[in-house]
């Protein structure tokens, strides 16, 4: 499968506990994306990462949020302490490049994520 | 930020009818996106317009972005149930040159068969 990785698929969480979500981007790619999905919200861009370098993270909550893209390996990204209001639909996309001049991205099937 | 809106929210038919979904904005759009989401999958991207009057056709979907660039429409004709989903639009964040993007609320279709 060449398409953008994503596991777990679904997680379940009890508050309090960490949450790490990974994305393995399209081969090829090495621009990745992180976007929430909540019912009442849509879907929102949180961070945009290079190897070893986050571009923007202007969507990331200011607490309990961060993400990587290391050198070798997927891209995570962590929630400590998770809260209720977490609960919700993680996607990574991924791109080529930086810049495709209409920012076409190909997106994973998510991961699902269930604080109880 | 540039909002998007996207109407109708919810969209429900019977299988042969055909329908338009409209996505609009206050702001020019430098490019638009449109994007397809099943249940429990990420957003497909099926179509990019970026020429103000531009009509893209991809099978049954049909794809106008409108000549001052601020809205755009997605029309199906003969709707199937496997064109069920979330249809979503999408533009590029002001002042971005990268993928980040601003989506709308997204149109739900449930077509019947």
């Known amino acids: 499968n060449a398409g953008v990785m994503q596991n777990p698929r679904h997680l379940v969480r009890r508050r309090g506990q960490e949450a790490r979500l990974r994305c393995s981007p399209m081969?090829?790619?090495?621009?990745v994306y992180w976007y929430r999905q909540l019912p009442e919200e849509g879907l929102k861009f949180m961070v945009y990462l290079q190897k070893e370098n986050i571009i923007d993270e202007s969507g990331m909550p200011k607490e309990r949020f961060s993400a990587e893209f290391p050198k070798e390996g997927p891209s995570i990204l962590r929630i400590q302490q998770v809260v209720r209001g977490d609960s919700a639909a993680y996607f990574c996309?991924?791109?080529?490049?930086?810049?495709?001049?209409?920012?076409?991205?190909?997106f994973g099937e998510g991961s699902r994520l269930t604080v109880l | 930020t540039q909002l998007l809106e996207q109407s109708p929210q919810f969209l429900s038919i019977q299988e042969g009818e055909n329908l338009t979904v409209y996505c609009n904005s206050s702001?020019?759009?430098?490019?638009l996106q449109w994007y397809r989401q099943e249940p429990g999958e990420g957003p497909v991207l099926l179509v990019t317009v970026v020429t103000g009057g531009e009509v893209k056709k991809l099978k049954r979907l049909t794809f106008q972005f409108g000549d001052a660039r601020k809205d755009s429409s997605l029309h199906i004709t003969a709707a199937q149930p496997g064109d069920t989903g979330l249809y979503l639009c999408?533009?590029?964040?002001?002042?971005?040159?990268?993928?980040?993007?601003?989506f709308g609320q997204g149109t739900i279709l449930t077509v019947h068969p």
């Open positions: 999408a533009t590029r964040a002001g002042g971005t040159s990268y993928g980040k993007l601003t």
């Open positions: 702001s020019v759009f430098s490019s």
């Open positions: 996309a991924s791109s080529p490049r930086r810049d495709r001049g209409t920012g076409e991205l190909f």
């Open positions: 081969k090829g790619h090495s621009h």
